[in-house]
Protein backbone atom coordinates (compact mmCIF):
# COMPACT_ATOMS: atom_id res chain seq x y z
CA UNK A 1 0.00 0.00 0.00
CA UNK A 2 2.33 2.19 1.45
CA UNK A 3 4.88 1.33 -2.09
CA UNK A 4 1.66 2.49 -3.99
CA UNK A 5 1.16 5.99 -3.02
CA UNK A 6 4.89 6.41 -3.35
CA UNK A 7 4.38 5.28 -6.57
CA UNK A 8 1.71 7.31 -7.39
CA UNK A 9 2.97 10.44 -5.90
CA UNK A 10 6.09 9.94 -8.02
CA UNK A 11 3.69 9.53 -11.05
CA UNK A 12 1.89 12.87 -9.96
CA UNK A 13 4.82 14.74 -9.33
CA UNK A 14 6.29 13.71 -12.74
CA UNK A 15 3.14 14.89 -14.56
CA UNK A 16 3.29 18.32 -13.06
CA UNK A 17 6.64 18.27 -14.30
CA UNK A 18 5.65 17.80 -18.00
CA UNK A 19 2.97 20.32 -17.16
CA UNK A 20 5.61 23.23 -16.23
CA UNK A 21 7.97 22.11 -19.10
CA UNK A 22 5.30 22.26 -21.74
CA UNK A 23 3.93 25.60 -20.64
CA UNK A 24 7.18 27.28 -20.05
CA UNK A 25 7.92 26.14 -24.18
CA UNK A 26 4.74 27.42 -24.93
CA UNK A 27 5.78 30.82 -24.06
CA UNK A 28 9.17 30.05 -25.41
CA UNK A 29 10.40 32.86 -27.93
CA UNK A 30 13.28 30.77 -28.66
CA UNK A 31 11.90 27.31 -28.89
CA UNK A 32 9.01 25.27 -30.84
CA UNK A 33 8.65 22.08 -31.33
CA UNK A 34 8.71 22.52 -35.46
CA UNK A 35 9.94 24.45 -37.71
CA UNK A 36 11.87 28.14 -37.35
CA UNK A 37 11.03 30.50 -34.90
CA UNK A 38 13.03 34.02 -35.06
CA UNK A 39 13.09 36.40 -31.47
CA UNK A 40 16.13 38.19 -33.49
CA UNK A 41 18.35 37.58 -36.50
CA UNK A 42 21.87 36.98 -35.89
CA UNK A 43 24.03 39.62 -37.97
CA UNK A 44 26.88 41.87 -37.80
CA UNK A 45 24.78 45.01 -39.31
CA UNK A 46 23.27 47.57 -37.45
CA UNK A 47 19.67 46.61 -38.44
CA UNK A 48 16.12 46.55 -36.73
CA UNK A 49 12.68 45.84 -37.07
CA UNK A 50 9.79 47.62 -35.65
CA UNK A 51 7.21 45.93 -35.28
CA UNK A 52 3.31 46.70 -34.80
CA UNK A 53 0.23 43.60 -33.35
CA UNK A 54 -3.08 43.81 -33.34
CA UNK A 55 -5.79 45.88 -35.35
CA UNK A 56 -6.24 47.69 -37.71
CA UNK A 57 -7.97 50.06 -36.12
CA UNK A 58 -9.73 53.12 -37.33
CA UNK A 59 -8.95 55.32 -34.32
CA UNK A 60 -5.20 54.88 -34.70
CA UNK A 61 -3.69 53.73 -37.80
CA UNK A 62 -3.71 56.94 -39.61
CA UNK A 63 -1.43 58.78 -36.53
CA UNK A 64 1.22 55.52 -36.94
CA UNK A 65 1.18 55.57 -40.32
CA UNK A 66 1.71 59.43 -39.98
CA UNK A 67 4.96 58.55 -38.00
CA UNK A 68 6.60 56.14 -39.75
CA UNK A 69 6.09 58.32 -43.02
CA UNK A 70 7.42 61.45 -41.67
CA UNK A 71 10.31 59.43 -40.31
CA UNK A 72 10.71 56.92 -43.42
CA UNK A 73 10.45 54.03 -41.89
CA UNK A 74 9.23 50.75 -43.19
CA UNK A 75 7.55 48.73 -40.15
CA UNK A 76 6.10 45.33 -40.00
CA UNK A 77 2.42 45.25 -38.79
CA UNK A 78 1.21 41.63 -37.75
CA UNK A 79 -2.62 42.29 -38.33
CA UNK A 80 -5.33 40.48 -36.85
CA UNK A 81 -8.18 38.74 -39.24
CA UNK A 82 -10.99 39.92 -37.67
CA UNK A 83 -9.69 43.13 -37.78
CA UNK A 84 -8.73 43.44 -41.04
CA UNK A 85 -12.24 42.64 -42.37
CA UNK A 86 -13.88 45.13 -39.61
CA UNK A 87 -11.63 47.72 -41.12
CA UNK A 88 -10.71 47.14 -45.12
CA UNK A 89 -9.38 50.38 -45.77
CA UNK A 90 -7.22 50.95 -42.81
CA UNK A 91 -5.53 47.28 -43.81
CA UNK A 92 -5.20 48.93 -47.43
CA UNK A 93 -3.66 52.62 -46.13
CA UNK A 94 -0.73 49.81 -44.43
CA UNK A 95 -0.29 48.31 -47.44
CA UNK A 96 0.10 50.92 -50.31
CA UNK A 97 2.39 52.72 -47.69
CA UNK A 98 4.70 50.30 -48.58
CA UNK A 99 4.65 48.39 -44.91
CA UNK A 100 4.86 44.63 -44.06
CA UNK A 101 1.73 42.42 -43.20
CA UNK A 102 2.05 39.75 -41.40
CA UNK A 103 -0.65 37.06 -39.82
CA UNK A 104 -1.45 37.24 -36.39
CA UNK A 105 -4.52 34.99 -36.48
CA UNK A 106 -7.90 35.48 -37.17
CA UNK A 107 -9.45 35.43 -33.31
CA UNK A 108 -6.24 36.54 -31.56
CA UNK A 109 -6.61 33.57 -29.01
CA UNK A 110 -4.33 31.76 -27.29
CA UNK A 111 -3.14 29.01 -29.61
CA UNK A 112 -2.87 25.91 -27.55
CA UNK A 113 -4.14 23.10 -27.71
CA UNK A 114 -6.37 23.39 -30.58
CA UNK A 115 -7.25 20.99 -33.06
CA UNK A 116 -5.19 21.14 -36.76
CA UNK A 117 -8.42 22.42 -37.90
CA UNK A 118 -8.68 25.53 -36.00
CA UNK A 119 -5.17 26.36 -36.71
CA UNK A 120 -5.42 25.79 -40.23
CA UNK A 121 -8.82 28.41 -40.00
CA UNK A 122 -6.64 31.39 -38.26
CA UNK A 123 -3.98 31.05 -40.49
CA UNK A 124 -5.59 30.56 -44.18
CA UNK A 125 -8.82 32.36 -43.19
CA UNK A 126 -6.14 35.49 -42.11
CA UNK A 127 -3.96 35.05 -45.00
CA UNK A 128 -7.04 35.43 -47.62
CA UNK A 129 -7.66 38.52 -45.84
CA UNK A 130 -4.58 40.13 -46.26
CA UNK A 131 -4.28 39.27 -49.99
CA UNK A 132 -7.90 40.68 -50.58
CA UNK A 133 -6.54 44.18 -49.32
CA UNK A 134 -4.00 43.98 -52.15
CA UNK A 135 -0.43 42.91 -50.07
CA UNK A 136 1.98 40.73 -52.49
CA UNK A 137 4.82 40.10 -50.49
CA UNK A 138 5.95 37.40 -48.08
CA UNK A 139 3.60 36.55 -44.93
CA UNK A 140 5.21 35.57 -41.71
CA UNK A 141 3.01 34.66 -38.78
CA UNK A 142 3.26 35.79 -34.79
CA UNK A 143 1.21 33.81 -32.58
CA UNK A 144 -0.94 35.90 -30.28
CA UNK A 145 0.61 35.96 -27.07
CA UNK A 146 3.22 34.48 -28.39
CA UNK A 147 1.93 31.27 -27.46
CA UNK A 148 2.15 27.64 -29.43
CA UNK A 149 2.44 24.45 -28.52
CA UNK A 150 2.14 21.58 -30.94
CA UNK A 151 -0.63 22.06 -33.79
CA UNK A 152 0.42 25.85 -34.79
CA UNK A 153 4.18 25.07 -35.44
CA UNK A 154 3.61 21.75 -37.16
CA UNK A 155 1.39 23.74 -39.32
CA UNK A 156 3.40 26.50 -40.01
CA UNK A 157 6.73 24.44 -39.91
CA UNK A 158 5.01 22.35 -43.03
CA UNK A 159 4.10 25.15 -44.81
CA UNK A 160 7.18 26.44 -44.56
CA UNK A 161 6.20 29.70 -42.71
CA UNK A 162 8.40 31.06 -40.39
CA UNK A 163 7.22 32.33 -36.82
CA UNK A 164 8.16 35.48 -35.62
CA UNK A 165 8.41 36.43 -32.03
CA UNK A 166 10.57 39.38 -30.44
CA UNK A 167 13.28 39.98 -28.35
CA UNK A 168 12.42 43.08 -27.51
CA UNK A 169 9.36 43.97 -25.70
CA UNK A 170 8.94 46.98 -23.70
CA UNK A 171 5.43 46.98 -22.54
CA UNK A 172 6.44 44.20 -20.81
CA UNK A 173 8.04 45.62 -17.94
CA UNK A 174 7.35 49.48 -17.90
CA UNK A 175 4.40 51.60 -18.98
CA UNK A 176 5.46 55.01 -19.15
CA UNK A 177 6.77 56.29 -22.72
CA UNK A 178 9.96 57.83 -21.32
CA UNK A 179 10.88 54.21 -19.83
CA UNK A 180 9.57 52.74 -23.05
CA UNK A 181 11.77 54.70 -25.11
CA UNK A 182 14.82 54.42 -22.32
CA UNK A 183 13.85 49.85 -22.50
CA UNK A 184 13.89 49.77 -25.62
CA UNK A 185 17.87 51.97 -26.61
CA UNK A 186 19.30 49.72 -23.68
CA UNK A 187 18.21 46.08 -25.30
CA UNK A 188 17.83 46.46 -28.79
CA UNK A 189 20.73 45.19 -30.48
CA UNK A 190 21.65 44.00 -33.99
CA UNK A 191 18.92 41.86 -35.62
CA UNK A 192 16.85 42.62 -32.81
CA UNK A 193 13.02 42.25 -33.59
CA UNK A 194 10.73 45.27 -31.44
CA UNK A 195 7.44 44.54 -30.11
CA UNK A 196 4.61 47.53 -29.36
CA UNK A 197 1.28 47.74 -29.82
CA UNK A 198 -0.10 51.25 -30.78
CA UNK A 199 -3.26 50.40 -32.17
CA UNK A 200 -5.78 51.05 -29.20
CA UNK A 201 -6.72 53.67 -27.04
CA UNK A 202 -4.84 52.30 -24.13
CA UNK A 203 -1.60 52.44 -25.81
CA UNK A 204 -1.23 56.19 -25.72
CA UNK A 205 2.25 55.47 -24.34
CA UNK A 206 3.99 53.01 -26.83
CA UNK A 207 2.44 55.40 -29.31
CA UNK A 208 4.32 58.45 -27.46
CA UNK A 209 7.12 56.39 -27.59
CA UNK A 210 7.75 55.54 -31.51
CA UNK A 211 8.91 58.54 -32.57
CA UNK A 212 11.18 59.09 -29.98
CA UNK A 213 12.62 55.37 -30.52
CA UNK A 214 13.41 55.75 -34.22
CA UNK A 215 15.54 59.13 -33.83
CA UNK A 216 17.34 57.37 -31.22
CA UNK A 217 18.15 53.92 -32.92
CA UNK A 218 18.80 56.17 -36.03
CA UNK A 219 21.52 58.09 -33.71
CA UNK A 220 23.01 55.01 -32.39
CA UNK A 221 22.97 53.88 -36.17
CA UNK A 222 20.37 51.56 -36.78
CA UNK A 223 18.70 51.32 -39.82
CA UNK A 224 15.09 49.87 -40.04
CA UNK A 225 14.21 47.26 -41.96
CA UNK A 226 10.66 45.14 -41.59
CA UNK A 227 11.00 41.42 -40.77
CA UNK A 228 11.52 39.57 -44.34
CA UNK A 229 14.29 42.29 -44.97
CA UNK A 230 15.87 40.91 -41.25
CA UNK A 231 15.14 37.51 -42.17
CA UNK A 232 16.92 37.52 -45.64
CA UNK A 233 19.74 39.52 -44.47
CA UNK A 234 20.49 36.42 -42.04
CA UNK A 235 19.60 33.95 -44.84
ZN1 LIG B 1 -1.50 40.39 -30.35
Redesign the pocket.
Known amino acids: MKRKIIILGCLLLLLFGVCILLFQISKSRTFQFFGEIYPRVETQQKVVALTF??GPTRKHTDEILGILREENVKATF?L?GSAIEENQGETEKIIQEGHEIGN?TYH?KRMILVSPDVVKNEIETTDELIKKAGYKGDITFRP??GKKLFALPFYLSEHNRNTITWDVDPETFVEKSEDIIKYTLKNTKNGSIILL?VAYDSRAESMKSVRPIIKNLREKGFEFKTVSELLSIKN
Open positions: DDYVHHPFH
